[in-house]
């Protein structure tokens, strides 16, 4: 059975940086993806990495801050997250799937419990 756990979730100030993992196990995926959720929002595409092409995409309001990430051998995903604002607070879910498409949640068909994510002021 699939499986993915995320962990690294807290509480950081503004300005600050929080790295959060994703550990996969029970399958093979050419696709992985964060997504992040806040209260009363859609949840939104947030980056992904996958084997072929450039291999990792972001969305606009996290680029040039975020760096998707992966560590073959431990099967885990990874999302630094630097320059945090208020504004990224939000439960952040790690996402797997195989199509070729990545930027919404239709396109993935796995996904963790998320983690909790609250930047402060």
């Known amino acids: 059975q699939v499986q993915l756990v995320e962990s690294g979730g807290g509480l950081v100030q503004a300005g600050g940086s929080l790295r959060l993992s994703c550990a996969a196990s029970?399958?093979?995926?050419?696709?992985m993806g964060w997504f992040r959720q806040a209260p009363g929002k859609e949840r939104e595409f947030v980056a992904a990495i996958w084997w072929s092409g450039p291999g990792t995409d972001y969305a606009d309001s996290v680029k040039g801050r975020f760096t998707i990430s992966r560590d073959n051998a431990k099967n885990t995903v990874y999302l630094q997250m630097k320059s945090l604002k208020p504004e990224d607070t939000a439960v952040y879910y790690c996402a797997a799937g195989s199509r070729s498409l990545f930027r919404i949640v239709d396109d993935y068909d796995y996904w963790g419990q998320g983690t909790q994510v609250t930047v402060s002021s």
């Open positions: 029970g399958g093979t995926f050419s696709t």
